[in-house]
């Protein structure tokens, strides 16, 4: 590899020459073609290796260079691997004669390509009548900006350029170490020049896609070791104590699953479930029988959980919480089983499959129609019905609110359009198509207009006011099984069972698009809320572009036909269901697999999403309508932070709390920072001072200062009540990566990549104390409790305690194998926590610098940190998009908030140590509830449909009162005493 890759035309040889010794005389190593052999594969395989291997590139601008093919080819090559290209101006250029040259040549547009983006670069000018001396210095200077960067950029592009010309051989991909640096260069520094290629991003992933391999195997391994031991485990507590040994290998099967940093979180909890179990067997064999059941209860919750049955999982959590209040581990599980994602509400009433379902504008009332030939009317707050109306004289297949609510129309196998009163249930309209059964129904946005699909093939433009038919439209060979309009009616979009959907031009009902990829029958479409993409479900799932008729991609999470499919309001994600009973939530542009909602028990027919992307409803052949929660329920709000143009979101930097609580403060991925209101999400003021990417931001103790820094190296102040600028400085060397406020607001300590963190005066901007003692760059900065003493977290993997007094360390603290993220002191003062890139969190003891206990549960780098108000709690956010909350004392998480879909960038508690907030790179803000076990257990009942266990379940889990021989619950009466 070298320094410095140098593209020129041979007829600049001799100024080139100048260049280059100019450059080597700064030991610097230099690739230079001087043979100037004709182009040939071998010779080009050459040039890209040094272009690969070179941190820089150099393009002399010349008449010559700028009309040659190879400098051409050169330069798109360099900027399509997103080079450092530094272009250097040696004559004056005429592009005119130069375009002149282009359009002579079929790589000339190419060429044009390459001068616009020349263009917009910075030029350094060494012609003859220029500074040459002065021009050298900037040029090495260019090379000296963030160098670490650029070089990892190097070295990462040649060992996948290795990777990828030796067919992607499996021994050339990354491991360790090298892993964990590279995969946070690929996710973190994302605003960083030169930025990753495609093949970096390929090349990484595949790397981490051979880490999971290993770690599964190793896994596999060890659950071979625990088959035995899980097999039929609580029906064996119940009657024996089994032998201690096990509880051993369950612990060793935990450790081992957070020590390997595995991505797959489900099979690290299925060691989990087997140290529940475990935990059971030690209890019991200790005499403990009031903690083994519970315990035991608790293991089985977590199976059922993890195996799709949250319908079993809740009853059991529950039973397991009411039997004991001791355990951290039962609290932990029931969290995990009640805020998850899932059913708020069950809705019975019908006697036979539920068709179609769908929520009133205002959302405080549902409607559902099935193969009973019935409509009913459902209260959403109480679950009660409203009102049932009959009049169909055949199953209900689809129907809608209109868009003021009063009304409802269905659609019908008896080949009738109806519309009902919703408040009195009275029929106020009715069309016979004569076009055979009625499938699909769709309402015209902003006029009394349905469309509706036909078993002909047809579908029928009628006016439910008027009664009158407006259009039969023709263009499906079979029948119209779903329809949808476009936001402002323009287009309409139809699937039928020929196979195909197909866009409409409503003006004059012609064909715009056929959409042409399924092999079986369609029975779901939907445009996307703003019209670009659409989705048709059937014998799969597929996205397409709208304006070309494309397909962009399909899902593959379903094992059989998909009935129905949605997009979520903010158009990131696509739920769809069918006759695997399961309703799948995917993300765009991965197509992968976020959650899955378990609940029906048999094929899913129908599904519709809130306006606010909050619920679901879905209707299914178990002639249930079930309500869920499409968030977790531990979540209190998700505010998505919108870049200037709509609907492009901007990634979340760092996060806090305003004044009261009741502001919100977000450093964003850009210049700028936001103020919203906690209750409205609405932006208050915005606070754009930067050059460049703000990175850390912190509020002063008594909430009027807000302090910013980052990549263009400087520190600003504002102040929070008006968002005026105080004052700002140049702070640092390299990029500053965290800053922190003194207890008392006088001080504030920035810690930057330049190795050194520093103490600043508030006041006046002045520097107070210079610490250097890392060896590589700071990522984080925290100041104790009493403002004694600094901490400081390195890349080194070190953290630093320091005397703020002398500047002198009082403790070096080793312990970590990546390097150390972000850091914090608990708020007594008596705890350090660090985490890192191992995805590990370690616990110090402040006074003496020993290790206290080692956190495992990450599955990706810890980025923050931060104890709770009374020093019992702590909370870490990480690569994994998860949030964890600790008991301090134990080390046992006791609580796990999922959510975000991109790394969680910063965690904070409110004053009162009930709510967190957290920002991440998936562009939202959230509030998350921190509940007592007693809070939590209200809220499930609040909030979650828990059956009750069956007697079958009691007999086999050992849950009492059991039934007696006539299936009947035995009630034991308490005695009166």
């Known amino acids: 590899m070298s320094d410095v890759f140098v593209s020129y035309s041979r007829r600049d040889q001799d100024f080139v020459r100048k260049l280059v010794s100019a450059i080597e005389a700064t030991q610097r190593e230099v690739w230079v073609d001087w043979s100037g052999i004709p182009y040939t594969a071998d010779w080009w395989e050459e040039i890209k290796q040094g272009v690969d291997g070179a941190d820089g590139f150099v393009f002399v601008i010349s008449q010559e260079s700028v009309t040659s093919h190879i400098c051409n080819l050169e330069l798109q090559y360099a900027m399509e691997h997103n080079k450092r290209v530094v272009p250097v101006l040696r004559v004056a250029i005429d592009e005119k004669a130069a375009a002149g040259e282009w359009i002579t040549h079929d790589w000339g547009e190419g060429a044009r390509e390459n001068w616009r983006r020349l263009k917009a670069m910075n030029w350094l000018f060494m012609r003859p009548e220029d500074d040459f001396d002065a021009a050298i210095k900037a040029l090495i200077g260019s090379f000296e900006e963030d160098p670490e960067h650029t070089r990892l950029h190097t070295q990462l592009l040649v060992r996948a350029r290795d990777w990828r010309n030796a067919e992607r051989d499996p021994g050339l991909l990354l491991g360790g170490s090298q892993l964990q640096r590279a995969e946070y260069w690929l996710n973190f520094d994302t605003d960083r020049e030169p930025l990753p290629t495609a093949l970096h991003a390929e090349y990484i992933q595949a790397s981490i896609a051979q880490r999971e391999r290993q770690e599964k195997r190793e896994r596999q391994r060890q659950q071979r070791i625990l088959f035995g031991v899980s097999a039929g485990l609580v029906i064996a507590l119940i009657l024996a104590a089994l032998a201690f040994s096990q509880y051993v290998f369950a612990q060793q099967s935990l450790d081992t699953a957070n020590e390997l940093g595995t991505q797959a979180a489900v099979e690290r909890d299925d060691a989990r479930s087997l140290m529940l179990a475990a935990n059971a067997q030690q209890a019991l064999g200790q005499g403990d029988a009031l903690l083994a059941l519970p315990l035991a209860l608790v293991a089985n919750a977590q199976q059922a959980f993890q195996g799709g049955n949250p319908a079993l999982a809740l009853p059991l959590a529950i039973e397991a919480s009411q039997r004991s209040q001791r355990s951290l581990v039962i609290e932990r599980a029931l969290a995990d089983v009640s805020y998850n994602a899932g059913v708020r509400r069950i809705f019975s009433g019908h006697t036979d499959s539920v068709r179609s379902v769908a929520f009133s504008p205002d959302e405080t009332l549902a409607v559902s129609g099935s193969d009973d030939r019935t409509i ?565 009942r609040d909030n979650r449909s828990v059956r009750p266990l069956d007697c079958d379940e009691r007999l086999l889990y050992s849950v009492e009162p059991f039934c007696d021989a006539s299936g009947e619950l035995v009630i034991t009466p308490t005695p009166s005493g």
């Open 376 to 940: 009913i009317i459902w209260d959403l707050a109480t679950g009660t019905i409203r009102r049932r109306i009959t009049g169909h004289e055949a199953g209900v297949r689809a129907l809608a609110f209109t868009a003021d609510g009063r009304s409802v129309v269905s659609v019908s196998d008896d080949g009738t359009a109806r519309v009902w009163n919703v408040a009195t249930g009275e029929e106020v309209g009715l069309f016979d198509a004569d076009a055979g059964e009625l499938w699909g129904l769709a309402l015209y946005p902003g006029e009394s207009l349905a469309a509706l699909g036909a078993q002909d093939g047809s579908v029928i433009v009628w006016d439910y006011d008027s009664g009158e038919e407006i259009e039969r439209v023709r263009g499906h060979s079979d029948r119209v099984t779903s329809i949808d309009f476009n936001s402002d009616g323009s287009q309409m979009l139809t699937g039928s069972t020929d196979n195909t959907a197909v866009i409409w031009h409503t003006d004059n009902w012609t064909v715009l698009k056929r959409l042409l990829g399924h092999a079986d029958d369609i029975w779901s479409v939907a445009f996307s809320p703003d019209d670009r993409l659409a989705l048709t479900g059937g014998d799969k799932l597929i996205l397409w572009d709208v304006a070309s008729g494309e397909e962009i991609e399909h899902y593959t999470g379903h094992r059989s036909a998909v009935l129905t499919a949605a997009f979520a309001p903010n158009q990131r994600s696509v739920f769809s269901a069918g006759i695997d009973r399961f309703i799948i939530q995917s993300d765009i542009g991965t197509a992968y697999d976020r959650r899955q909602l378990a609940g029906h028990t048999v094929s899913v027919l129908s599904l519709v999403v809130s306006p606010d992307g909050k619920h679901l409803l879905s209707g299914s052949e178990d002639k249930t309508m079930i309500l869920w929660d499409v968030f977790t329920g531990a979540q209190i709000s998700n505010f998505e932070i919108q870049e200037h143009e709509p609907g492009e979101g901007a990634r979340v930097r760092t996060v806090s709390f305003g004044p009261d609580q009741n502001m919100l403060i977000a450093g964003l991925q850009g210049n700028y920072l936001i103020a919203l209101d906690r209750r409205t999400g609405d932006e208050i003021r915005r606070f754009q001072s930067f050059g460049n990417w703000v990175l850390t931001s912190a509020v002063s103790p008594d909430r009027r200062i807000l302090a910013a820094a980052g990549a263009d190296r400087r520190i600003v102040l504002w102040r929070l009540a008006n968002g005026a600028k105080i004052r700002e400085w140049e702070a640092h060397d390299d990029w500053v990566r965290s800053i922190a406020f003194s207890p008392d607001g006088s001080r504030l300590l920035s810690g930057s990549e330049d190795r050194s963190a520093r103490l600043w005066d508030v006041e006046t901007g002045e520097e107070i104390l210079r610490l250097d003692g890392h060896e590589d760059g700071i990522m984080a900065v925290a100041i104790s409790p009493d403002g004694e003493r600094a901490l400081t977290g390195s890349l080194d993997g070190t953290a630093i305690v320091w005397d703020l007094a002398t500047g002198a360390i009082v403790h070096r603290l080793e312990g970590h194998d990546g390097g150390v993220t972000t850091v914090a002191f608990s708020r007594d003062g008596k705890l350090i926590a660090t985490g890192s890139f191992d995805n590990r969190i370690i616990l110090w003891d402040a006074d003496s610098g020993t290790r206290v206990r080692t956190l495992l549960e990450h599955t990706g780098i810890v980025v923050s940190l931060e104890f709770s108000p009374d020093s019992t709690r702590l909370i870490s956010g990480g690569f994994d998009g998860v949030i964890l909350l600790w008991d301090v004392q134990s080390g046992y998480a006791i609580r796990q908030f999922l959510g975000h879909t991109a790394s969680v960038s910063s965690v904070h508690f409110s004053d009162d140590g009930k709510t967190i907030l957290s920002g991440s790179g998936d562009t939202t803000i959230r509030l998350w509830r921190v509940d007592t076990l007693e809070e939590l257990i209200q809220w499930t």
